[in-house]
């Protein structure tokens, strides 16, 4: 495993080109992107202000830098250096951005979601989708980029409209039966579109491409219901996680839940291998003392190291108790993720914060456990194979892969924090992202995998 030398970097805006031959990052307003396999700079982008957002366009040639705080988006051209664009929305102010799957038209949602703001890059042509709803995710393209699903709110009711991207002529058009609709989420395939209601109501409903409402999905009443949504890549399964701490699969076919995944606080089954992240202790010959440094040396505190044990059952994990009396409690499923063969399931519980459950798709079970010695702050799957990085805002990464897990200290001089991580499209490269430095992580190709992550145990 090599690491790239320390580049800086504002706002954690680093990404990987879909093509995956760049990579773009942000400096306060200015935007590098550098080669992917050499880190030369390619080209340098000067903003009229201090970035916020960065997006690739899905053929990597345009760059959409947004500027919310100034209510401006500026373009920029990979080919024609020298051509760049700047939308303005003006006082109706801006608040996100994105790019249509075509890549030449920019979405732009105005202040207090008074409306969605269509600008081809092309015709030079603007349209207006009005009445957007404010929820955590109220836009969804489907993987092909023919449709696009937008949660609209308007007359004191949730409704879907579906569009044609091509030409963004209204496609479908409906009500949904939800108190006050979070998220939308098209299966991978495009066929049916995963709506779920506010967390105050348990409610997922699955509606077809033309506004058939497939099934409706309630797993309880008169509590926190819906944390997280994940589809996997096979779109045969849909996960759900909720505030009771469990995740709930449902299948395609029917529609109906599976089974349901506990996060308990003590594992007792010894079938499943749980690794502890430990320090490493030194070893010292015999006879010899262990002396502290010289004062010179006393103020650079080194990293220390660490490695995974595989602890006996039972395994009692760390838990979190959560404040009831404020606002967003540390209970239930924060985040999850399928690996990309649908294989395996990633899972935090935000009451079990130190930990990352990893299931058994195929079996439906619990696989492996990873109890780190600090909360996980993100994880992510390899795009190309079952292997899962995870940060916990320390200066190491972690991998874990069936055939086992290993940590790695990131090198460099000072203390490098890993908030945030994404993958390569390959596989083969990581960029590990702190609050003011990126670097990149380049690992072992695929036949060497095994004796990459070397192997703790037999667990398999």
């Not at 590098?32 to 982008?45: A, E």
């Not at 449709?147 to 409906?174: G, I, K, P, T």
């Not at 967390?199 to 219901?225: M, P």
């Not at 010894?270 to 010179?296: C, D, M, N, Q, S």
Request: aromatic share 12%; proline share 5%.
């Amino acid at each position: 495993m090599n690491f790239s030398e320390v580049f800086k970097l504002s706002g954690l805006l680093c990404k990987f080109s879909p093509d995956g031959k760049y990579l773009a990052s942000c400096v306060q307003y200015r935007v590098v992107v550098r080669d992917v396999h050499t880190l030369q700079i390619l080209h340098l982008y000067t903003c009229l202000d201090q970035i916020q957002h960065i997006e690739w366009s899905a053929d990597s040639l345009f760059i959409l830098c947004a500027m919310y705080k100034r209510g401006q988006v500026q373009v920029w051209s990979l080919e024609q250096p020298e051509w760049h664009c700047r939308i303005d929305e003006g006082s109706a102010g801006l608040v996100a951005s994105c790019w249509s799957p075509d890549g030449r038209h920019i979405l732009n949602t105005t202040e207090f979601h008074l409306r969605i703001t269509v600008w081809s890059l092309c015709t030079k042509s603007v349209s207006y989708i009005k009445y957007p709803k404010a929820c955590q995710q109220g836009v969804s393209f489907t993987r092909d980029g023919r449709y696009m699903a937008l949660a609209e709110r308007r007359d004191c009711q949730d409704h879907v409209s579906v569009f044609v991207c091509s030409d963004w002529q209204l496609l479908r058009h409906f009500d949904t039966e939800t108190q006050d609709l979070a998220g939308i989420e098209w299966a991978p395939n495009g066929c049916v579109l995963a709506v779920w209601d506010t967390c105050l109501e348990y409610k997922v409903l699955l509606y077809s491409l033309d506004g058939r409402l497939l099934s409706a999905y309630c797993a309880y009443e008169w509590s926190l219901g819906i944390k997280s949504v994940a589809w996997s890549p096979s779109s045969q399964f849909l996960a759900i996680g909720s505030y009771d701490g469990k995740v709930r699969i449902l299948n395609h076919v029917t529609w109906k839940m599976i089974t349901e995944f506990g996060h308990p606080a003590t594992i007792n089954n010894p079938k499943i291998v749980v690794y502890k992240e430990a320090e490493k202790t030194p070893r010292l010959a015999p006879g010899r003392l262990a002396f502290p440094p010289p004062r010179a040396a006393a103020g650079v505190a080194s990293p220390a190291e660490t490695k995974y044990e595989i602890a006996s059952v039972p395994v009692s994990l760390q838990t979190l108790k959560p404040v009831a009396d404020r606002a967003n409690p540390k209970i239930g499923i924060g985040a999850l993720a399928f690996s990309p063969d649908s294989y395996f399931l990633a899972t935090r519980s935000d009451s079990v914060p130190n930990a990352v459950w990893i299931w058994d798709i195929q079996k439906l079970r619990l696989f492996v456990v990873l109890e780190q010695l600090s909360p996980v702050r993100s994880f992510q799957w390899d795009p190309q194979q079952p292997r899962l990085a995870i940060c916990t805002g320390g200066g190491k990464v972690y991998l874990w892969s069936p055939a086992g897990c290993v940590s790695v200290q990131v090198p460099g001089e000072g203390d490098f924090q890993v908030l945030s991580l994404c993958w390569h499209l390959n596989g083969d490269s990581l960029a590990l992202l702190s609050k003011d430095h990126f670097c990149l992580c380049f690992l072992e190709t695929e036949d060497r995998v095994g004796t990459a992550f070397g192997r703790p145990g037999d667990h398999t």
